[in-house]
């Protein structure tokens, strides 16, 4: 094999066209109130964890409703449950019950031998 | 009955209430309207939001009240020239000439013209089309593809022609973002397995039960929202859509591929309205009609007896141009009831 | 591929007709040899044009420059000295070979338009560093600028057409146009932008048929910084990949490209993309062969293509010349201008020949 001095970059982009969002399906039939997030921030704005690690659970839900999940069962496992997201979210969406949600899924998707 | 004579050019919703209201008080009004029947923009209309109301009522409502025997309406006259002569104002177009002692320009707006933005492909391409388009087919009960096919992923672009500094509009059109989310929410009733995106700068819901209309979309109907403009807009080989954006909110490029791709246009004056708007030196920016104040003595203009109503001044909703004609048509009537 | 609305027609530019002074480039010899005497030779001998090769030319600077290894003030003198080459020959229409030189020289024009300052200066340093004076030009096109206008008048001298020979049916072309050529200052280039014709109008001239695809716009990945550092080269050759991927669903004939940075990306990288992972892009494993605008318009004159360079390319071109039916003799192939056999060189293991 030819030493080249380089590999083609891999593309960092959220493909839809390829992502499997029926995981972000399945959470949502078991927490429907995920539905309603707006992206505002308020639940990593309070959140313990973002204060000394680059945890976001707002960039957590994101990614995993796009079907991004490498590193996210790594990140997800970050967060404290002390429910303060819970507690100033202005769509009442029930951020605890997703974070253990998506935890249970991720584990799921890594007995599937899904590539996380 | 009052020998006081209004003319109300514009027969869309504002000159149509106005020309009521000022009926209704006794004085003659004589209501000119280009097209060969009233309603202007809510002819195309489907369902008005935010709470869908039939707009095909609301328009037969608002037309029938014109059977009254102090308005005078004449349709299919594009008036072109405006101006004072004396203490009476002269509306005239090549074949006719009217006189009036108060004039009410409701003129309204046109649709921006989608084609100016090359990169979307509207024009170029089969499946970009713009709201008004989609909101037509809506009429027809059927959205289809150019290849007659339903589609089953489409996207919404807000703020296309609206907030644009290469268009030349900074301005925003108010009422693209709950229009898009009427629309959304419209196509997953006739589609319930569509998947729609829409992509937004901002989702400005000011009015009333919009904001709960957009919370709906996402509960209920599962409509998703993806922060971040489209760059560009390609066709493939099989005549779908490629799109290229952002999701601002991960931080990362997102690439979609779409049967149809709807552009949210926005509003700007119509040609009539920056004409006789210029005529008369009340051109404002972007050649809406300038009123002489935006929070109060907004129906006036520097011109005595020249009145403003509606999207003439700047994009409004349906309910506030109803609620504006309204509030002209009062200040019409104080200013023939000083005038001797 | 329909397209209802053609921008194109609302961005022309002015473009001389006659009296040209020409600037080579750097590498466009070394990597498509025949290019430059091709066109040369279709001003000369087919359009009875004058155009002047000075020997004295020397590089813009632009790959020093969009590397930032030379600073603006030295290119705008060296574009000056060139400018002043240009006055001695007594000509007033510059034409450089090379897409970042055009896009260069049209920086260098710009800047002077708004900072009358910078030109004094420049003046001052040509004057100082050799004794020379110089005069901005009046126009500066670019050599397929130049195809372009002319595109009809050619077609009437022309052999071939871009036809497939079997099928009657226009070849599938796939264009790229240089970056520097009109995403810079898109009033410079035809058709502005989004939609640049330079290309897309010979094509449509000679018969063929221009190919739409989803990344037709996007930048090949030349870039200079980041291709001239090995370790940067995962980058650019990424970017080539993608338009590749976004382009083989339509099954081009072949690629037209009117920059020597990208015509030497796509036909090399096609190699490095099969070698490495075994991926080509056509259906017979052989590649898409990439032209230049010159060795097109010489490949359609009826050109010898070994006198044009084709047995330089990496992606081998016969497939092509065989579908428009050019007639060529395949011995002659690897036999220099000298008449002496230069030798084969060693097959790819991947991509077909």
Not at chain 1, 7 to 24: G, M, Q
Not at chain 2, 20 to 26: F, P, R
Not at chain 3, 228 to 238: E, K
Request: hydrophobic content about 35%.
């Amino acid at each position: 094999m030819k030493e080249w001095g380089y590999k083609i970059l891999k593309p960092r982009v959220i493909d839809l066209d390829k992502a499997d969002t029926s995981w972000f399906n399945k959470l949502v039939e078991k927490v429907p109130s995920a539905k309603k997030c707006v992206m505002c921030g308020a639940c990593s704005a309070t959140c313990s964890v973002s204060k000394f690690t680059d945890f976001s659970f707002r960039q957590c839900h994101i990614l995993f409703k796009h079907g991004q999940f490498e590193n996210r069962a790594g990140e997800l496992d970050k967060c404290m449950l002390c429910g303060k997201c819970n507690i100033v979210c202005p769509q009442g969406v029930n951020t605890r019950t997703v974070i253990s949600q998506m935890r249970l899924f991720l584990a799921d998707m890594k007995n599937e031998n899904t590539t996380l | 009955m009052s020998e006081k004579k209004i003319i109300i050019i514009g027969g869309g919703p504002a000159g149509l209430e106005a020309a009521y209201h000022l009926a209704q008080q006794n004085y003659k009004v004589t209501l000119l309207e280009k097209e060969l029947e009233t309603g202007g923009h809510i002819r195309m209309d489907v369902k008005l939001f935010p709470d869908f109301e039939d707009a095909s009522k609301v328009r037969k409502q608002l037309s029938d009240k014109m059977n009254h025997p102090s308005i005078d309406l004449k349709t299919g006259i594009c008036v072109n020239s405006l101006f004072q002569e004396g203490d009476k104002w002269c509306v005239k177009n090549d074949n006719n000439t009217f006189y009036g002692d108060a004039v009410l320009l409701t003129t309204g707006f046109e649709t921006f013209d989608a084609s100016r933005k090359e990169e979307l492909g509207y024009g170029i391409y089969d499946n970009v089309i713009t709201s008004v388009e989609f909101e037509a087919m809506l009429k027809t009960g059927k959205i289809l593809t150019s290849d007659e096919k339903v589609p089953q992923r489409i996207a919404f672009l807000n703020c296309v022609g609206s907030r644009d500094e290469k268009v030349g509009n900074h301005y925003c059109s108010r009422v693209c973002c709950i229009n898009g989310v009427k629309l959304a929410v419209c196509f997953k009733e006739l589609v319930p397995n569509a998947e729609v995106y829409c992509f937004y700068i901002d989702m400005r819901m000011t009015g009333q039960q919009y904001e709960e209309l957009y919370r709906t979309s996402q509960e209920k109907y599962g409509v998703n929202f993806i922060r971040g403009r489209i760059s560009e807009a390609a066709s493939t080989f099989n005549k779908r859509i490629q799109l290229k954006s952002e999701d601002t909110l991960a931080g990362l490029p997102l690439r979609i591929t779409v049967d149809m791709l709807v552009l949210m246009v926005g509003m700007e004056p119509s040609k009539s309205t920056t004409l006789l708007a210029g005529q008369n030196d009340i051109k404002g920016a972007y050649g809406f009609a300038a009123s002489l104040g935006i929070n109060r003595n907004d129906n006036q203009t520097l011109k005595e007896g020249l009145f403003l109503a509606g999207t003439c001044k700047r994009p409004l909703s349906f309910r506030e141009t109803i609620a504006d004609a309204g509030a002209a048509a009062i200040q019409i009537m104080d200013f023939l009831k000083k005038a001797k | 591929m329909e397209i209802k609305k053609h921008y194109w027609n609302e961005y022309q530019k002015e473009i001389a007709q006659d009296d040209y002074f020409y600037e080579r480039s750097c590498i466009r010899q070394t990597f498509f040899p025949g290019s430059e005497a091709t066109f040369l030779k279709i001003l000369r001998k087919e359009l009875g044009k004058k155009i002047v090769d000075d020997p004295r030319i020397h590089t813009c600077t632009g790959i020093g420059y969009h590397s930032d290894i030379v600073p603006f003030d030295t290119t705008q003198v060296i574009c000056a000295r060139l400018f002043s080459l240009m006055n001695g020959a007594g000509l007033k229409n510059y034409v450089p070979s090379c897409v970042t030189s055009f896009g260069i020289f049209n920086e260098v024009v710009e800047t002077w338009k708004h900072f009358p300052e910078e030109l004094e200066k420049t003046r001052e340093n040509l004057r100082k560093a050799t004794g020379r004076e110089f005069e901005i030009p009046d126009n500066i096109a670019h050599p397929s600028d130049i195809i372009y206008n002319f595109r009809k008048e050619l077609k009437q001298k022309m052999k071939y057409r871009l036809v497939n020979k079997e099928t009657g049916k226009p070849l599938k072309v796939v264009e790229h146009i240089g970056c520097h050529y009109s995403k810079i200052f898109s009033e410079q280039s035809i058709g502005g932008a989004e939609f640049p014709h330079v290309l897309a109008g010979m094509i449509e001239e000679w018969g063929g048929e221009v190919v739409d695809y989803p990344e037709r716009r996007h930048c090949c990945g030349f870039g200079f910084r980041q291709y001239l550092i090995m370790a940067n080269r995962g980058y650019s050759i990424a970017n080539s990949k993608k338009k590749f991927e976004s382009m083989k669903p339509y099954k081009p004939d072949f690629i037209v490209t009117n920059c020597p940075g990208c015509a030497m990306f796509m036909d090399k990288w096609q190699y490095t993309i099969a070698e490495m992972e075994g991926i080509t892009y056509d259906d017979y494993d052989k590649g898409i062969p990439v032209l230049t605008y010159e060795e097109m318009t010489g490949m359609l004159l009826g050109y010898n293509p070994w006198d044009i360079g084709f047995q330089i390319h990496q992606v081998q071109t016969e497939q092509l010349l065989d579908k428009i039916g050019i007639e060529y003799d395949p011995q002659d192939k690897y036999v220099g201008v000298s008449g002496i056999y230069l030798g084969e060189p060693e097959k790819p293991k991947n991509l077909g020949c």
